[in-house]
T-cell receptor
Framework: GENVEQHPSTLSVQEGDSAVIKCTYS??????FPWYKQELGKRPQLIID?????GEKKDQRIAVTLNKTAKHFSLHITETQPEDSAVYFCAASMGGKLIFGQGTELSVKP | KAGVTQTPRYLIKTRGQQVTLSCSPISGHRSVSWYQQTPGQGLQFLFEYFSETQRNKGNFPGRFSGRQFSNSRSEMNVSTLELGDSALYLC?????????????FGEGSRLTVL
């Protein structure tokens, strides 16, 4: 079926450390993989996305990598700051839809 | 440019009742999609409307329905409410279909079913 698995569900890091969130998807035809950040009480917002013709994409402290063969993609946040604390959702395009993972609650401790 | 607007923001219903939620997309956006958000379940896709046509539907029972008007505004309806329908319902609009580009979310309608 159409499924995106996201791990871990919670992640706690010290300020300045790196954080990595991993997702696997079920449909080998998926070609669009966005990541959304949802701060407490706010709406989800796109932070970065990658398409299947690219293996890696960076935007300042955020990077996403894609392994099409293994059907997984990851979000990397370097030099984490307290304002990075939020719930992060990965998603993959499947069957004309966008299927989201279950979310990762990231806590960055000062 | 105004963002995505959802009404009402909060509502309380009892089992068996029905509810209608509204979503006004960003001007010019033709796609509106709906998601149910519950703790631990992430964002579960309900359906997408593009130019007044339902483009896709998620794995939800027929009690969940929606429509889109010619001005791209969308409504979703849930009939015969159950306790498990308590959730935050988010809508998102986009210029192009949901599986191809950035979604812009509203703040959500929080439904509590008693």
């Amino acid at each position: 079926g159409e499924n995106v698995e996201q791990h871990p569900s919670t992640l706690s890091v010290q300020e300045g450390d790196s954080a990595v969130i991993k997702c696997t998807y079920s449909d080998s035809a998926s070609n669009y993989f966005p990541w959304y950040k949802q701060e407490l009480g706010k709406r989800p917002q796109l932070i970065i996305d990658i398409r299947s013709n690219v293996g890696e994409k960076k935007d300042q402290r955020i990077a996403v990598t894609l392994n099409k063969t293994a059907k997984h993609f990851s979000l990397h946040i370097t030099e984490t700051q307290p304002e990075d604390s939020a719930v992060y959702f990965c998603a993959a395009s499947m069957g004309g839809k966008l299927i989201f993972g279950q979310g990762t609650e990231l806590s960055v401790k000062p | 440019k105004a963002g995505v607007t959802q009404t009402p923001r909060y509502l309380i219903k009892t089992r068996g009742q029905q509810v209608t939620l509204s979503c006004s997309p960003i001007s010019g956006h033709r796609s509106v999609s709906w998601y149910q958000q519950t703790p631990g379940q992430g964002l579960q896709f309900l359906f997408e409307y593009f130019s007044e046509t339902q483009r896709n539907k998620g794995n939800f029972p027929g009690r969940f329905s929606g429509r889109q008007f010619s001005n791209s505004r969308s409504e979703m309806n849930v009939s015969t409410l159950e306790l498990g329908d308590s959730a935050l319902y988010l809508c998102a609009s986009s210029l192009i279909p949901v599986n191809t580009g950035e979604l812009f979310f509203g703040e959500g309608s929080r439904l509590t079913v008693l």
